[in-house]
């Protein structure tokens, strides 16, 4: 599988509507910032708002306040959700050459598999972590006690710090068995958030250290977006290069053909008079 011409089929997919891509996949983030200001301002209000002029609430104003600014945080949750299957959903159809409409129990199983997504992650990282947790607190008993010499301290820390890179790495790599959920969700219309984790997995199975390996090629860009110029470009290349990841491995056939060159930008050829 060559990633350059994977690469290349994206930026084919960014002519001319890269402004569009890059305000679709722009829309989760700015999304997500709003939400935050405003939780934070609804935060400060029902800090500051005394609801003694609600006779049966008032002895209960902890708790409600509690209850509101809980619920306020999963609305926003369910509204950034949204917004983010929305930009994906778009580069899915531009991908494939095809409009989908999402149905509501497409976006309830995006929310569901999100959910448990989340869990996984940290069950996933409780695992691999472990091993350098351990060795973390007999290093931390050991500089906290005394008792041990400089050698043991220095092999506890060169261990932690081993095992923490060891774990980090396979973390990441068993998380991308989930990355095409959402690939899943778009294809088929009836199956539940379970079905589209083990779906995923299946998908990709094959493919998972070369899509770790992928994702992080693109390391380079995203550390050129620090220059903030750069991610007018970076932020919709990157989520179209995934699609075109996803389409290579679901669909070989359609690949590029190895006698096309691989090239960083792509120009359209002009037509001949």
């Known amino acids: 599988m060559k990633y350059s011409y994977i690469k290349l089929n994206a930026q084919r997919k960014l002519l001319q509507n890269h402004f569009t891509c890059f305000c679709v996949s722009a829309l989760p983030y700015v999304i997500s910032v709003l939400l935050i200001v405003l939780n934070y301002y609804l935060y400060i209000f029902l800090k500051n708002i005394d609801f003694d002029f609600i006779p049966f609430i008032s002895s209960y104003d902890v708790y409600v306040k509690a209850s509101l600014f809980t619920l306020s945080v999963c609305v926003s949750f369910v509204l950034w959700k949204i917004s983010q299957i929305y930009s994906h959903k778009y ?95 778009f294809t088929e219309t009836n199956i539940d958030a379970i079905k589209v984790i083990e779906k995923s997995i299946i998908l990709i199975e094959n493919n998972m250290v070369r899509f770790a390996f992928y994702n992080l090629s693109f390391v380079g860009w995203i550390l050129s977006c620090v220059l903030v110029i750069p991610v007018f470009y970076v932020l919709p290349y990157i989520k179209m290069a995934k699609y075109s990841f996803y389409r290579a491995i679901t669909k070989p056939q359609e690949r590029e053909t190895e006698t096309q060159k691989p090239i960083i930008f792509y120009f359209p050829q002009k037509e001949k008079a």
Do not use: E
Not at 116 to 121: E, G, I, N, P, V
Not at 127 to 156: D, E, K
């Open 91 to 185: 580069f899915f159809s531009q991908m494939n050459k095809k409009y989908i409409k999402l149905h509501f129990r497409q976006y309830i199983t995006a929310i569901t598999v999100s959910i448990l997504k989340f869990f996984l992650s940290v069950a996933w990282s409780s695992f691999y972590l472990l091993p350098c947790a351990i060795t973390t607190a007999t290093l931390y008993y050991a500089i906290h006690s005394g008792n041990y010499t400089f050698s043991v301290m220095l092999t506890l820390f060169v261990a932690s710090a081993i095992l923490f890179i060891i774990g980090i790495s396979f973390i990441y790599v068993t998380l991308k068995r989930y990355s095409m959920c959402n690939f899943v969700i």
